[in-house]
């Protein structure tokens, strides 16, 4: 301040190196974990990964490919329950909503993707599990749907109310009922929006790990029976990190290769649906 | 604005529908057509409405399979630190105190970052940089806990426990925080890990926070003849004080529920010890640990009411984040309009 605009100068440049400082430090940690994850993941990584269940303990070889399917079926079954609620919820909120109830649920949808996944176990496993005897991958898949249903319901209605008024009008005006004009109209343009939030929030269920510890708890054989105990892929990463054996570790470290690809997979495919809304 | 027109509109549209449906002057096809949207208007309103039956449903259950819990223990549940499944008494602070020492000391460290990360991003950096760190951030804020357990447990904890540990001993094991043997998993894993794993959430709602600071702010500022770093000080931090507030609320809100990485590091065990090299036990990770094991009515209960704890500290927590981000949007909108 004395010295005028020297010293001004000689400040803003200081603070632009610490804000580009802070950047440095908070990409680093996240590029040595995925750096550490290609690596460790590729040197692991078999045909066998893909086809064969997990080895029995101290022995060589094996996969999670039952943890592959089973996280498939639960993420099927979550998605089955939850978009039919998320999306016919978003449309209420962004087609009649507007009152002071909308934005009750809307908040609570924020506050309910806040909570932790794994009180969402908790609560599958006293709904579920204890009523039906048993673990099963039908709560996991109830589980899921939880954490989906508040996810989808935010991005859907965002992107049904970027839809302009004028294309329903227009509907309507041909005489077409209003809950046609809603899912032919208003919902189709709004489609790749749409699908990039449910993208996403399967992204986001597929590494879910705490809500499925005590609704699906895992399988260390095939397991298609969804009223049975089933295997999933971040469970077995789970269950194999804190083993003591070094196969293990190898196979989560393969695991966690395959997790991260597909969810990488997911959010660029999703970047991709609304990147192509934009450029229309 | 456009909400309006529109519920207003579809409003009228349903008056007209159920009046004249009682009548029997309509035209059959009509008739089908108002049922149509009447019973589409009931079925996203049911759906709409489930959220909040979700929300509830949880609280309620809960609470009810907290009860026996409650009822045996009382306050002494979270001023007792006896844990043992045995005898059946169940006090539950060293989990209370390893959630908050670790979240609230992970949040300490992340949040500086993230927001010199966020200003970096959206005031500093020229445009194509921005644009490239920015999606990188989001998507490095969606790996999955697991997996940053994975590498803090077989990466990072050896790292800590032959390098770092060793280090702070020596220099600085005068001082409590930082006395005891190096275990590697210990608090201090557990706060690294939540820091990286936070990080990314608060730099990028952060910087939608950012991105609301109405241009007419900043450019106030540099007509003022202020530099860059003027400019973030007096008009884009000030402005955006509450939201960025909130994100940092959000992370905490994140850090105390985390539950995967933090059992894989934090070592497990019920400690209350000042010294972050020591293992520590956390409220997710005993839950993770021991619900699906507890085969008495009293420990899974004494669990149940942990998990109540959480849910509603991270409940409130979370809405007081909500409340002041939206608080920074609206503001935002309510300028531009």
Not at chain 2, 166 to 172: D, G, K, R, S, Y
Not at chain 2, 280 to 309: C, D, Q, R, W
């Amino acid at each position: 301040m004395m010295n005028g605009m020297a010293f001004r100068k000689v400040k803003n440049h200081l603070m632009s190196f610490v804000m580009l400082a802070c950047t440095l430090a908070v990409l680093i940690p996240l590029a040595l974990i995925f750096v550490h994850i290609v690596k460790m993941g590729i040197s692991s990584l078999s045909i066998d990964f893909f086809t064969h269940i997990p080895a029995p303990t101290g022995e060589p070889g094996g996969g999670m490919a039952n943890g592959m399917l089973g996280s498939l079926i639960m993420i099927g079954g979550a998605s089955l329950i939850g978009l039919p609620i998320g999306i016919l919820g978003a449309i209420y909120l962004s087609e009649f909503g507007g009152s002071k109830m909308s934005t009750t649920i809307r908040f609570a949808a924020d506050v309910l993707s806040g909570t932790p996944s794994i009180i969402t176990g908790m609560v599958a496993y006293t709904l579920l599990v204890v009523p039906m005897k048993g673990f099963s991958g039908l709560a996991g898949a109830v589980a899921l749907a939880m954490i989906m249903i508040p996810i989808v319901l935010r991005t859907t209605e965002e992107q049904l109310k970027m839809v302009p008024g004028s294309l329903r009008e227009a509907s309507l005006a041909l005489g077409v009922p209003f809950w046609r004009t809603s899912l032919k109209v208003t919902l189709r343009s709004a489609m790749s929006g749409v699908l990039t939030g449910i993208l996403l929030a399967v992204a986001r269920i597929a590494g879910e790990t705490a809500p499925l510890l005590f609704t699906a708890l895992g399988n260390q054989f095939w397991s298609k029976n969804v009223m049975q105990p089933m295997a999933a892929l971040p469970l077995q990463i789970f269950s194999f990190a804190i083993a003591p054996y070094e196969d293990w570790h190898k196979l989560a470290w393969a695991g966690a290769l395959v997790l991260v690809s597909v969810m990488f997979g997911l959010s660029l495919t999703a970047r991709y649906f609304s990147s192509s809304r934009q450029a229309h | 604005m456009n909400s309006d027109v529109r519920s207003s509109y579809c409003g009228s549209e349903t008056e007209k529908d159920v009046a004249p449906a009682t009548t029997k002057t309509r035209e059959p096809d009509t008739a089908k057509r108002l049922n149509g949207d009447a019973v589409f208007r009931y079925l996203t309103t049911f759906f709409a409405f489930s959220i909040l039956a979700i929300l509830a449903l949880m609280l309620y259950e809960m609470a009810g399979e907290s009860m026996p819990a409650i009822k045996a223990f009382g306050w002494k549940f979270v001023s007792s630190k006896d844990w043992d499944a045995v005898q059946e008494t169940f006090g539950a602070l060293p989990y209370l105190y390893g959630s908050v020492v670790s979240s609230v000391l992970a949040l300490l460290l992340a949040t500086p970052l993230s927001i010199g990360a966020a200003l970096f991003i959206t005031e500093i950096a020229p445009g194509r940089l921005g644009s490239i760190v920015a999606p990188l951030v989001e998507l490095l804020a969606a790996i999955p806990s697991v997996i940053y357990g994975l590498w803090g447990v077989l990466v990072m904890a050896p790292w800590l426990q032959t390098t770092v540990q060793p280090f702070l001993i020596e220099h600085f094991g005068f001082i409590p925080f930082f006395e005891g043997a190096p275990y590697g998993v210990s608090m201090l894993a557990a706060i690294f890990i939540l820091m990286i794993m936070v990080v990314p959430i608060i730099t990028s709602i952060t910087r939608e926070v950012l991105l609301a600071v109405p241009q007419s702010q900043k450019e106030a500022a540099i007509a003022l003849g202020a530099t860059r770093w003027e400019t973030i000080k007096v008009a884009i931090l000030p402005y955006g004080k509450s939201g960025i507030l909130g994100a940092a609320i959000l992370g905490l809100g994140r850090a105390i529920g985390e539950t995967m990485a933090v059992t894989m590091v934090i070592g497990n065990a019920p400690n209350i010890s000042l010294s972050l090299l020591s293992p520590a036990y956390t409220m997710p990770s005993v839950i993770a640990n021991e619900f699906a094991e507890a085969t008495t009515k009293l420990h899974s209960s004494a669990l149940m009411e942990i998990g109540l704890i959480l849910m509603v500290v991270t409940l409130i927590v979370n809405a007081l984040a909500r409340l002041l981000i939206w608080s920074v949007s609206r503001e935002a909108k309510g300028g531009a309009a």
